[in-house]
Antibody, heavy 120, light 109 residues
Framework: QLQLQESGPGLVKPSETLSLTCSVS??????????WGWIRQPPGKGLEWIGT???????YDNPSLKSRVTISVDTSKNQFSLKLSSVTAADTAVYYC????????????WGQGTLVTVSS | EIVLTQSPGTLSLSPGERATLSCRAS???????LAWYQQKPGQAPRLLIY???SRAIGIPDRFSGSGSATDFTLTISRLEPEDFAVYYC??????????FGQGTKVEIK
């Protein structure tokens, strides 16, 4: 059974870079059938797609985040990571990592999520 | 950029009743790339429907999806106590990008 687990600091200061890692178990992150994504949810609000990385290494991110997003993969550790630069209080959210199916455009497996608070 | 608008914002129903949730796209969406998720408090979203009408593994048949182009519907034929939750539609489109609707809360009346 595939499992995803987010990890990283729960508190980040304004203007700094938020860094999270998603560890994948029960499946290979190198599979060409899937892509890997980050989605966030501010407290009490809806879901917002942050970005996605394909097995080829191609990455795509939400234009609304104005190029602050970097997503990378470490195949040796079966992990992928998110960096979000120049954070503000508006970036406070639960951050989810998820796996999607290339031919379907949906996210079928999700991590439990991790709350990141941006505050000095 | 495609915007997904879900209605109603909140649906107040009793167990056993039928729930009909709407997801309207600002421009035509391929049915292949329209999905629905359920989210309960403190939990990650769970995939319910993909390809507009296909149920994900383990999803009961009281959940069904339909629609095409700009209008999609999630129907729960008879609400069970565990179905009271927030539901999101999501589309995958050009660039590529992934977009979620703002959600519909199904609450106990």
């Amino acid at each position: 059974q595939l499992q995803l687990q987010e990890s990283g600091p729960g508190l980040v200061k304004p203007s700094e870079t938020l860094s999270l890692t998603c560890s994948v178990s029960g499946g290979s992150i190198s599979s060409s059938t899937y892509y890997w994504g980050w989605i966030r949810q501010p407290p009490g609000k809806g879901l917002e797609w942050i970005g996605t990385i394909y097995y080829s290494g191609s990455t795509y991110d939400n234009p609304s985040l104005k190029s602050r997003v970097t997503i990378s993969v470490d195949t040796s550790k079966n992990q992928f990571s998110l960096k979000l630069s120049s954070v503000t209080a508006a970036d406070t959210a639960v951050y989810y990592c998820a796996r999607g199916y290339i031919l379907g455009g949906y996210f079928s497996y999700w991590g439990q999520g991790t709350l990141v608070t941006v505050s000095s | 950029e495609i915007v997904l608008t879900q209605s109603p914002g909140t649906l107040s129903l009793s167990p056993g009743e039928r729930a009909t949730l709407s997801c309207r796209a600002s421009q035509s969406v391929s049915s292949t790339y329209l999905a629905w998720y359920q989210q309960k408090p403190g939990q990650a979203p769970r995939l319910l429907i993909y390809g507009a009408s296909s149920r994900a593994i383990g999803i009961p048949d009281r959940f069904s999806g339909s629609g095409s182009a700009t209008d999609f519907t999630l129907t729960i034929s008879r609400l069970e106590p565990e179905d009271f939750a927030v539901y999101y539609c999501q589309q995958y489109g050009g660039s590529p990008t992934w977009t979620f609707g703002q959600g519909t809360k199904v609450e106990i009346k």
